[in-house]
């Protein structure tokens, strides 16, 4: 655990960051952060424009603007039942590939599965049994997908669980880092032969902004000394950062062409904050200005889709910010002219 004051600054910076992340004066320091740690000279933001039509809600909302379509593409995406995943899979059906909605619970996926279908027109949209919080079914819902496709061009680790109370998955792994980390780390694991052999192929881990709380407690990883609900969240996402680190290291070592990306989707009215009572009042309080799961899943698009990427393989991307107050008031006043 890092010192009292560091973690205090760390704290301060967070929430600055989520009340402001779209005003002006803390959204240019942000983009300089991210820049550092890209090693840019310049934000990921080609391909993302600004969302125009959405004035109201995110007045600098990004949009995917990638045109690329993707017949014959395989493209997995869990967590697809709901939320971010949900808008993630309808449109990479829309743009033609089969899409495997991997999730827990298989009737609800099912029903999601035919509004796509209905939607977009692609009958290529299949529902398989994945729950991250067990490792046989994670083994299962592999071998299966191994059995029968031939390639994988696009994994989307995009399921996760926020602010449970203190539980275990079926291995025994604290919750979050169980669901968000673990059981992704192992399903890329198992897929990642399908994904060398389809390459030029991709991994999009969807972390979060709150990873700048996180640290990794090896001395407490499953949370059996100490565990408060929302950090633990944040070390799962800081988890996500790092996978995506090192596996691209390792993939950019080994020639593979298989390339990865974790990303910030934004502040995005969803299913996530189930488990929190205040969080649900926040979201209801600011839902004005928080992101709806379609613009909510253009992060997790632009990192899939964005041709030229791969030279920023392992590279964090961030959502377009959410509306920050100062420009709320600023549409506010020039509506009423
Ligand atoms: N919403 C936000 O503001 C932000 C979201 N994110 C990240 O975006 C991602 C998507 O979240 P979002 O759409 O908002 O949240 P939702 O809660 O709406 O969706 C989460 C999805 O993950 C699935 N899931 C949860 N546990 C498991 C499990 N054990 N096995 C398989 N699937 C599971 C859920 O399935 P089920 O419906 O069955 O529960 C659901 O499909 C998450 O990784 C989240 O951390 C990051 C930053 C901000
Ligand atoms: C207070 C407040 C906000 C709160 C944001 C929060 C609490 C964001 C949480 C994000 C999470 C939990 C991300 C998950 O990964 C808004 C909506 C920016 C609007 C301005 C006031």
Redesign the pocket.
Known sequence: MGAGPELDFRSCLFLSCWLGEGTAGLRSSWVLLEEKRNGLGKTERGGLSEEKDTRWKMLSSGVCTSTVQLPGKVVVV?????????ETAKELARRGARVYL????VQ?AELVAREIQMMTGNQQVLVRK?????TK?IRAFAKRFLEEEKHLHILI??????MCPYSK?ADGFEMHIG??HL?HFLLTHLLLEKLKESAPSRVVN?????HHLGRIHFHNLQGEKFYQSGLA?CHS?LA?ILFTQELARRLKASGSGVTVYSL???????????HSALMRWIWWLFSFL??T?HQ?AQTSLYCALTEGLEALSGSHFRGAAALGLLCYVQAFSSCGK
Do not use: F, Q, W
Request: charged share 20%; hydrophobic share 30%; proline share 4%.
């Open positions: 869990t967590g697809a039942n709901t939320g971010i995943g949900k991997a999730c827990r619970d609800k994945l729950d991250l919080a067990d079914s680790n995009n399921a996760g669980v926020m998955t669901v968000n059981g969807v972390s979060s902004l709150a969240y996402k996500n910030h989707p934004g502040t995005v009215s969803s299913e996530l904050v189930r928080i992101k799961p909510g």
